[in-house]
């Protein structure tokens, strides 16, 4: 079985629907449409596309298509603790992990989306209650990083 070559940057982006000549569309799209997007896996699919494409290129060297679930667990992750948690250490006295557990919980929100999505049915939701679910997902996921960061905090 051959493997398909990682798409250029620009092919991300136009698989996206990114149009990369229109800045003003390309921004709108970014931090606008993605809020509406029926579905929170799909959400993620089209917030901050910068870094999106350098972890589609991890989850692809990880092995993404051979085990969607555990490249994406391993995605999210690394991208809680390395884009967000890992750059909060001058400013705290040890290293936390709330980031880390946020991203986890919103790894399993959007695999569970990504399951339910032929139920929900959430392309006849409107673009304001699905920016409500996502903006919510985000929410939850905070929240519950916030709370198992602290306990894991006690332990440490």
């Known amino acids: 079985m051959t493997e398909r070559p990682v798409p250029s940057f620009e092919e991300y982006l136009r698989q996206r629907g990114f149009d990369v000549r229109a800045r003003g569309a390309f921004v709108r799209r970014m931090f606008v449409t993605a809020w509406g997007e029926p579905g929170f896996h ?58 880390t557990l946020a991203f986890a919980v919103f790894w399993a929100l959007a695999s569970l989306s990504r399951v339910l999505a032929p139920r929900l049915k959430q392309e006849t939701w409107g673009r304001r209650v699905n920016a409500l679910v996502n903006a919510g997902c985000i929410g939850v996921g905070l929240t519950v990083g916030a709370a198992l960061g602290s306990l894991l905090s006690r332990w440490l």
């Open 42 to 99: 799909r959400f993620w699919r089209l917030w901050n596309p910068l870094y999106g494409y350098a972890l589609f290129r991890l989850y692809v060297a990880i092995g993404g298509a051979r085990r969607p679930l555990v490249a994406s667990f391993v995605v999210f992750v690394a991208c809680g603790f390395f884009l967000h948690d890992l750059w909060l250490v001058p400013t705290r006295a040890k290293l936390g992990f709330n980031t």
